[in-house]
């Protein structure tokens, strides 16, 4: 065994395990928590001894945040898009032809620098899981591409070679779905563990979606899709039907959306740092939650819709938008999100769940959403890169 670690001193500790302390978070007061190889090996009160020692000082300590949508792998940026939108503009995806020329005309050894800075970023603002996807490639080479170096950082890469039409294939959507499902697929799969699909007018519609979730599984690969961003339409019932893990974005529900989400395990993942970049309306998730569904919260890192590595800001957000309570906001980044990627190692701080941990400097997790804007994040703990 290695060398152990005790995070002690530990003023509110949120286990995420109602086995382990009060209420559906778990939560237990003068707290210590010792990790070995990274994996947690006890949860009991302060005073715990292991070979290294770190002092919580009466802090708040959460699971480490899973962020389960992002797209890191890109070159350039859109600030210029931003702005315009700022100004009225609307958003359409349409920005994504711009990132995927600026992603192919750079470097792999560039694009791999790219990425590593931003998961550096996502890791200081709390996050010890985070999945990538590709999708700024959008041709066989590219794609690929992308995925082998989101691999090198994380387990939990997806192919995204259905994200938009490219240029060279305006017009010949079919044409391009067939080489999405075919040639891409088999390039793509060595490097990726899901599928993912955006399932929008201008994008791609149900039956290209479910082709492409359908090949993807054909192929060993797990389903998600993006559904329902930019106005109600069928990706949430497509998702569903597909039995994708998670469908993301979830902006529009219609009541059969939520009644479909609330009867399956696919999980409602909202992306509130989109809904407020593109200036579009905030679902109301305290319908989905009461209906039954399960939630989480991811932060859709991307240089159009979503430029953002913070979880605590999409918690602030979900709060006062959403209208989710923090304890559920808190949840929805970290079993949530271990939820839509179908983990059950991660999310959680309880014996043999990843020794992934966030120390806050604050007394509870409360001052995530009550101080927005602030970097709480004191210390992260566990690697984000394996
Ligand atoms: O999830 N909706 C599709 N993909 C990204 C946006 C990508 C972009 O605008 O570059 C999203 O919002």
Not at 118 to 127: D, K, M, Q, V, Y
Not at 249 to 263: F, K, N, Q
Not at 367 to 383: F, K, M, N, S
């Amino acid at each position: 065994m290695g060398r152990s670690l005790v995070i002690d001193n530990i003023g509110l500790l949120i286990t995420n395990d109602p086995a382990l302390g009060r209420g559906p978070l778990g939560e237990l007061t003068k707290a210590s928590v010792v990790i070995a190889d990274e994996v947690v090996v006890s949860v009991g009160p302060a005073g715990q001894e292991a070979d290294i020692q770190i002092d919580a000082d009466g802090a708040c300590v959460l699971p480490g945040f899973v962020d389960s949508h992002t797209h890191l792998v890109f070159a350039g940026d859109r600030s210029e898009e931003f702005t315009a939108r700022m100004a009225g503009q609307p958003y359409d995806g349409g920005g994504i032809r711009l990132t995927t020329e600026e992603t192919r005309a750079t470097s792999s050894e560039e694009l791999t620098r790219l990425t590593a800075r931003r998961i550096e970023e996502a890791r200081r603002a709390g996050t010890t899981t985070i999945e990538i996807k590709s999708g700024y490639g959008l041709s066989t080479e590219h794609e690929a591409r992308s995925l082998r170096v989101a691999r090198a950082f994380t387990p939990e890469t997806t192919f995204l070679g259905a994200h938009l039409v490219p240029a060279e294939y305006r017009g010949k959507t079919d044409d391009y779905v067939h080489l999405v499902c075919n040639e891409m697929l088999a390039e793509a799969a060595p490097n990726a563990k899901w599928i993912d699909v955006f399932c929008e007018e201008g994008a791609f519609d149900a039956d290209q979606s479910r082709a492409v979730l359908l090949a993807g599984k054909a192929a060993g690969l797990l389903g998600r899709i993006h559904a329902n961003q930019l106005g109600n339409g069928q990706g949430v019932q497509v998702g569903v039907q597909c039995g994708c893990a998670s469908v993301d974005h979830c902006t529009y529900l219609s009541d059969a959306d939520i009644e479909a989400l609330a009867s399956s395990t696919t999980v409602a993942t909202f992306l509130p740092a989109t809904d407020f970049s593109t200036r579009q309306p905030y679902p109301n998730a305290r319908r989905v939650i009461d209906a039954g569904a399960t939630v989480a919260i991811a932060s859709n890192c991307n240089p159009g819709s979503s430029y953002t590595t913070s979880l605590s800001f999409c918690i602030a957000l979900a709060v006062r938008e959403m209208h989710m309570t923090i304890d559920e906001a808190v949840q929805a980044v970290t079993v949530g999100g271990a939820a839509a990627l179908q983990r059950s190692d991660i999310g959680r701080l309880s014996p043999g769940s990843a020794g992934h941990a966030v120390i806050l400097d604050a007394p509870s997790h409360h001052h995530l959403a009550y101080r927005p804007g602030v970097p709480l994040i004191r210390q992260t703990i566990g690697p984000l890169v394996p």
